[in-house]
């Protein structure tokens, strides 16, 4: 099952969720503003991070700004501890499943969502467009 964090006040959030009803996926939705996230379900994020706390925090937010951290000096359970103490550091949203992971909206990546006989589908048809 596709998760899908969001806060409701993210467009990008409202265009993750608006692309996968259009697809008819089916997700779990859940409002990381309402119901912060707690240290298992941040490390299991983590897990599924090809670069660590860079993929997953927002080092642009107003929070991140007033606390002047240094990332790389954390450790993770003070990654962890900050981001649950702090749930405005997350970016959003985040879109994962067991294996997948795709933080913020971009319509290219989020593809890997759909199920893979969509998107062979999908190619062979762009396939047929291009040789004729």
């Not at 107003?62 to 990654?79: A, G, I, R």
């Not at 970016?91 to 067991?98: A, E, L, V």
């Amino acid at each position: 099952m596709i998760n899908l964090y969001i806060a409701p006040s993210s467009a990008s959030s409202r265009k993750a969720r608006a692309w996968l009803k259009a697809h008819d996926i089916a997700f779990n939705e859940r409002n990381i503003k309402s119901k912060p996230l707690n240290a298992a379900e941040v490390k299991q994020i983590l897990r599924l991070t090809e670069n660590g706390s860079e993929d997953i925090i927002s080092t642009r937010s107003n929070v991140f700004k007033e606390l002047h951290v240094d990332l790389d000096s954390l450790s993770v359970s003070q990654l962890v501890d900050l981001v649950v103490k702090y749930p405005d550091l997350i970016k959003r949203p985040i879109i994962f499943d067991d294996k997948r992971l795709e933080v913020g909206y971009n319509e290219e990546k989020i593809r890997r969502f759909l199920p893979r006989e969509v998107r062979t589908a999908e190619l062979h048809h762009l396939e047929s467009q291009l040789s004729s």
